[in-house]
């Protein structure tokens, strides 16, 4: 599975947007053949397009396997901050059959705000954003709102960072049974409340931000997980989610590094059975070096 949550949250129904659940196929089967010439049947991730429509008006194509369209495309119009709140979201409506699911043939999330929101956005320049590692911001430059954020108080005991590691390693994936997805997950300690995969590390943390923002979720005492590094953008999205705790089974980039210790964000990389270090922000880490021992 693609998206897992573990933890019900109470929802308010006050200004929250409607949206579908058009969950798309994630998988499709495909007929390979091995060194020997033998002819065998196996599972590739299926990407896909996804147009979104801003009040009718085309403002970006996202690469996207399709596990919850519309939380991916809510967190992505909050990370890229061209809304200020879910409430300015009247609905988001997902619609897979323009396309009728051929290949290379897009869908389609229609966005609609509150006539009182007053969102205004130009579509971007940048018009499809790939699956490539590095989706960069294609609205504004997210580096010149690092000083406006500000991250709470909060602790990860080596304990629960093992858990977590140790979670992550049982969770059924997409990526185990056919390769070339990105995975996070949001934890809290070392419960797994969220787990979503995608074709683009970008895709899953605006997934998981969308589930958080839609069900009033903070991140003060959560922690962030990708199996990808820790760039600077992905960074700034877990400190714009609230959460001061970043772990992955990747490393970090010199930009992400610096932008961690100037929020104070404990990064944590190369994360994998007992191992790991610590990149920043150490005192965040309540350490256990006695779970070392045989």
Not at 34 to 50: H, K, M, V
Not at 70 to 82: D, I, K, M
Request: with cysteine; net charge negative; charged share 20%.
């Amino acid at each position: 599975m693609s998206v897992v949550l573990h933890a019900p949250s109470s929802v308010s129904v006050v200004s929250k947007p409607h949206i579908t659940h058009e969950r798309a196929p994630l998988t499709r089967h495909v007929t390979v053949r091995n060194e020997f010439g033998e002819s065998s049947e196996t599972q590739i991730p299926a990407e896909r397009a996804l147009i979104i429509y801003l009040d009718k008006k085309e403002l970006v194509t996202l690469m996207t396997l399709g596990a919850e369209p519309e939380w991916l495309v809510l967190g992505f119009l909050r990370n890229q901050r061209l809304i200020d709140s879910v409430s300015q979201i009247e609905s988001i409506t997902v619609d897979w059959t323009i396309g009728e699911g051929e290949v290379g043939e897009p869908g389609v999330a229609a966005v609609k705000t509150r006539p009182e929101a007053h969102v205004v956005a130009q579509r971007s320049a940048d018009r499809v954003v790939t699956t490539g590692c590095g989706q960069g911001s294609v609205f504004g430059d997210l580096m010149s709102h690092i000083d406006e954020m500000s991250l709470p108080a909060a602790h990860i005991t080596q304990a629960q960072l093992y858990g977590l590691v140790n979670a992550i390693r049982l969770q059924e994936t997409t990526y185990k049974s056919s390769g070339s997805v990105h995975g996070c997950a949001l934890f809290q300690g070392d419960q797994m409340l969220m787990f979503v995969e995608d074709v683009g590390r970008h895709n899953a943390v605006d997934t998981i931000a969308g589930w958080m923002w839609m069900n009033d979720i903070d991140g003060q005492d959560k922690v962030f997980y990708t199996t990808g590094r820790l760039t600077s953008e992905m960074v700034i999205k877990s400190a714009q989610m609230g959460v001061p705790v970043v772990v992955s089974r990747s490393g970090i980039t010199q930009m992400g590094l610096d932008v961690a210790k100037r929020l104070g964000l404990c990064a944590i990389g190369r994360a994998t059975n007992k191992r790991f270090l610590c990149f920043s922000a150490p005192e965040r880490l309540i350490w256990q070096p006695e779970l070392l021992t045989p």
